[in-house]
């Protein structure tokens, strides 16, 4: 037990928050494993649009989450208290809005995506403004550098909706998709555990300085433009293959998609470290490269490694992952795989400039993000048209990025 203190008094905060990452990732893995042998590829389908949907969330979440993250650094006193009690009021707003166009077009989405029930949806809809608290929550935490608490949002969100989830797929005989979309609702609530409201008041006028406001403003603006470049890039591929191909094609695709995306969410938790660090870099006038060129060097080593892994062993992957149902898409795993790779590295170097400020590269994810939906319109003949056309826009993407960095890297 003394060894043990010992050991874990020598890891540092954002050692044992990597290991908290790593562990909601797996277990993120886990609870969409179980999805997919329990329901097979055709009811697994309208699963995977939830978590598709779910993934969507989460980067217009992020606008919050890195907006409060910054300026938790940037701000101190009562200038942060104000601050925080404004993106608040906004996410609460925000939320709401949102959640109530799922829950009125609920019908519509049905149709589009051709799922069996509309009410996973308006369940869906519900849940949305706890996720924009959380992401604001976090997002305080992630600022202060206090990752223990934000290690333990992500933590008691992944439990509760596996095990949530998996007991209402267990013992309660409803629509699986419906169940599914309960089980993530509930989730964004005990997500908010632990949370920091201390301070908080809805009611009184909130004012930040000309000068304040206007930094704030921008950054919100930049940073909900490149979020929705994310969720063009990372999410159209699964929606527009749950539109064009069938239940078959679509559920067996969305296994491939989730193993292939293991390097981009891994690659988040180093995100979640570059911004602030680069912000406070910055702030104290320091040189900001060498902290992009570490955790380029990270996901750039961990691309290889999967890559190399889904190339070598991708019927293995898929069968041991998801059963033998799916191992028809085994021959796409590693092509899959390393489209998301070179979307995670030019991510690390989007997420570097965004928190500089720089907006040429939102626009230039923007342009690609848009090509890549085009590419895929165009050209969806079969599964592997979709991949290729993904290599093809994430390779530009890549290029582009470092083209710009090179242009600035002098001023960096």
């Not at 309960?182 to 006028?205: D, Q, T, V, W």
């Not at 559920?251 to 938790?269: D, K, Q, T």
């Not at 890549?372 to 993407?397: D, G, K, R, Y």
């Amino acid at each position: 037990m003394n060894t043990l203190r010992i050991v874990l008094k020598k890891v540092s905060p954002e050692q044992m928050f990597m290991a908290s990452v790593l562990l909601v990732n797996g277990g993120n893995y886990i609870y969409n494993l179980i999805l997919g042998r329990l329901l097979g590829p055709e009811s697994f389908a309208d699963a995977a649009l939830l978590i598709t949907l779910l993934l969507v969330l989460s980067f217009v979440g992020m606008t919050f989450q890195l907006a409060t993250a910054k300026f938790a650094v940037v701000f101190s006193g009562s200038e942060w208290m104000n601050f925080r009690n404004l993106i608040y009021r906004y996410a609460i707003i925000f939320g709401m809005v949102t959640g109530g166009l799922v829950v009125f077009f609920s019908k519509e989405m049905q149709l589009f995506f051709k799922t069996q029930t509309p009410y996973m949806f308006v369940v869906f809809g519900f849940g949305i403004p706890l996720y924009f608290l959380m992401s604001v929550n976090r997002g305080s935490f992630q600022g202060n550098l206090e990752f223990k608490n934000l290690s333990g949002t992500y933590q008691t969100e992944m439990w509760s909706r596996l095990i949530i989830t998996l007991a209402l797929l267990l013992f309660i005989p409803m629509e699986p998709a419906f169940i599914v979309a309960i089980g993530i609702s509930l989730s964004f609530l005990f997500g908010l555990i632990p949370s920091n409201f201390k301070g908080l008041s809805f009611s009184k006028p909130i004012i930040l300085q000309p000068q304040s406001s206007k930094r704030v403003s921008q950054f919100i603006i930049l940073t909900a433009c490149y979020e929705f470049t994310q969720i063009i890039i990372n999410n159209s591929d699964v929606l527009l293959v749950k539109h064009y191909f069938d239940e078959m094609d679509a559920g067996l695709y969305a296994s491939l998609a989730l193993i292939g995306r293991v390097v981009y969410f891994v690659a988040w938790m180093f995100v979640m470290l570059l911004l602030p660090a680069v912000v406070q870099k910055q702030k104290d006038g320091d040189p900001t490269a060498p902290i992009l060129f570490k955790y380029v060097g990270y996901v750039g080593l961990l691309s290889v490694s999967i890559v190399a892994v889904c190339y070598l062993f991708p019927e293995l992957i898929i069968t041991l992952m998801f059963g033998d149902a799916y191992v028809s898409v085994a021959g796409l795993l590693w092509q899959y795989a390393l489209a998301t790779s070179l979307f995670a590295i030019s991510n690390i170097f989007a997420y570097y400039f965004l928190s500089l400020d720089h907006y040429i590269p939102v626009i230039l994810s923007g342009v690609l993000g848009l090509s890549q939906i085009f590419l895929i319109v165009l050209f969806h003949e079969n599964l592997f048209n979709v991949v290729q056309m993904q290599i093809i826009s994430m390779a530009i993407l890549l290029v582009v990025q470092l083209i710009y960095f090179m242009k600035k890297r002098n001023s960096l």
